[in-house]
């Protein structure tokens, strides 16, 4: 199973939206997706339909108990997509996690003991934060998509998450990379917004997706309908253009893990 944490500690930068679309476009290729929803918020369980009270299991009992990952995960209304919800429960999980010895490995041990071939990727939503919640999923996956606003202040936050990125490789996930960074938000009337993207794209070069992802009104109403862009209106700019991330994002991923999936 391709692991890939979906991660940004700046909020508001579409990472809940792109992590739902995203893992939509995935299933629709025949793959079996499992999202895990490691926010507290829990923006994207409510942005796939997801009741709370469907939420009896949840990943705070997945990381701060033994219960298991198939009894936390909960199938969508999406085919083949399935999803570990969070609660606000979560939200004290930085702390308790504390008390663990293992505590920044408890996400890697499930899904390491789960790993069965049930399912052919997963995508971790992070908080907007860098804290044991990041920590725990940065650890537990193969690479790192970053969504990015194409504002200024984004790439200042950018700088932090890849320093973040090297101090993990250094001390838990030698084998973590970042799998690309997503522009998001894009104005085409907004001279920063072109600026910004022609800034990142000189510093990251081919780590940043051809694909951006403007800002698209269909995009912000879809979760107060319980659906994904791609099934509220899959005709849209921002639907479209997150199938074509979809794949670009299938492109960059180890072919000896895909094929199956194929």
Not at 3 to 26: P, W
Not at 214 to 227: C, Q
Not at 232 to 238: E, F, R, V
Request: some cysteine.
């Amino acid at each position: 199973m391709i692991r890939i944490a979906v991660a940004n500690q700046k909020g508001g930068v579409g990472k809940t939206t792109t992590t739902i679309n995203v893992a939509t476009a995935l299933s629709a290729t025949g793959r079996n997706v499992l999202l895990i929803d490691l926010d507290p918020q829990g923006n994207a369980s409510t942005g796939l339909g997801v009741e709370q009270s469907e939420r009896e299991y949840s990943s705070y009992d997945l990381l701060t108990s033994d219960t298991f990952l198939e009894q936390c995960t909960v199938a969508t209304a999406i085919p083949q997509l399935d999803i570990v919800p969070a609660t606000q429960d979560l939200s004290g999980a930085e702390v308790e996690l504390v008390e663990f010895e293992s505590r920044t490995h408890r996400l890697k041990q499930s899904l390491d003991d789960a790993d069965t071939g049930r399912w052919d990727i997963c995508l971790i939503d992070c908080p907007p934060s860098l804290g044991l919640l990041t920590l725990n999923a940065l650890v537990a996956v193969d690479s790192l998509m970053v969504p990015l606003q194409c504002e200024f202040f984004a790439l200042e936050g950018l700088s932090q998450l890849l320093q973040t990125v090297e101090r993990v490789q250094g001390r838990f996930n030698a084998d973590l990379s970042i799998i690309g960074v997503v522009l998001t938000m894009f104005d085409r009337r907004n001279r920063l917004t072109e600026q910004v993207s022609d800034d990142v794209r000189a510093c990251l070069g081919e780590l940043v997706f051809r694909t951006v992802i403007p800002r698209n009104v269909r995009l912000s109403e879809a979760p107060s309908h319980g659906l994904p862009a791609l099934v509220y209106d899959h005709k849209c700019a921002g639907s479209e253009a997150y199938i074509s991330l979809a794949r670009e994002l299938i492109d960059r991923m180890p072919e000896r893990k895909t094929a199956a999936a194929a």
